[in-house]
T-cell receptor, first 115, second 111 residues
Framework: ETGVTQTPRHLVMGMTNKKSLKCEQH?????MYWYKQSAKKPLELMFV???????ENNSVPSRFSPECPNSSHLFLHLHTLQPEDSALYLC??????????????FGSGTQLSVL | SQQGEEDPQALSIQEGENATMNCSYK?????LQWYRQNSGRGLVHLIL?????REKHSGRLRVTLDTSKKSSSLLITASRAADTASYFC???????????FGAGTILRVKS
């Protein structure tokens, strides 16, 4: 186990649904990340939170809404998604954000299918 | 783009053979990292090599870095079926503040 837990592991939703992805880290880290992994494409960084403050938003559509209530928890709220949003969504954490020589600890991901 | 690009895209070898994967990038970097991802799972950090290092070892893993050619290689010796996974390089550029990943190499080790 990496110390980063994501739920649910699998999610199927319709385009009109609202759902949330949850991530929890037990490592005492101060930075948390959301990545999107689509087939045969590099990982796309979506959001970065450092000490519960959003420090990066990589031009992500507003139908994805992150929330970081404390340094251990991160959510990704989803609404009116499109089929092309189907992907593996990965949460990661690190001790610090933006510091060199930091390595990321990843959760197992949520496999999302949008019908 | 400053992201790493892995080569080959896919590699299939027999158990016991060595596997070599390559990564190229475009900008000056502070460090380069390699990660492994088993099917449908998250990424696991394998090794980090700093820009002033040329080679690093960890168990059966050997990583080299050539900053003049902006390239790195990951060698897995005496491969096992359990090494079957996707391998990604990621670069932390001198000018950015985030880790940027390549598309990965899919390694299949046949027993």
């Amino acid at each position: 186990e990496t110390g980063v837990t994501q739920t649910p592991r699998h999610l199927v939703m319709g385009m009109t649904n609202k759902k949330s992805l949850k991530c929890e880290q037990h490592l005492g880290h101060n930075a948390m990340y959301w990545y999107k992994q689509s087939a045969k494409k590099p990982l796309e960084l979506m959001f970065v939170y450092s000490l519960e403050e959003r420090v990066e938003n990589n031009s992500v559509p507003s139908r994805f809404s992150p929330e970081c209530p404390n340094s251990s928890h991160l959510f990704l709220h989803l609404h009116t998604l499109q089929p092309e949003d189907s992907a593996l969504y990965l949460c990661a954490s690190s001790r610090l954000s933006g510091a060199t020589n930091e390595k990321l600890f990843f959760g197992s991901g949520t496999q999302l299918s949008v019908l | 783009s400053q992201q790493g690009e892995e080569d080959p895209q896919a590699l299939s070898i027999q158990e016991g053979e060595n596997a070599t994967m390559n990564c190229s990038y475009k900008t000056s970097i502070n460090n380069l990292q390699w990660y492994r991802q088993n099917s449908g799972r998250g990424l696991v950090h394998l090794i980090l090599i700093r820009s002033n290092e040329r080679e690093k070892h960890s168990g059966r893993l050997r990583v080299t870095l050539d900053t003049s050619k902006k390239s790195s290689s990951l060698l897995i010796t005496a491969s096992r079926a359990a090494d079957t996974a996707s391998y990604f390089c990621a670069v932390f550029s001198e000018y950015g503040n985030k880790l940027v990943f390549g598309a990965g190499t899919i390694l299949r080790v046949k027993s």
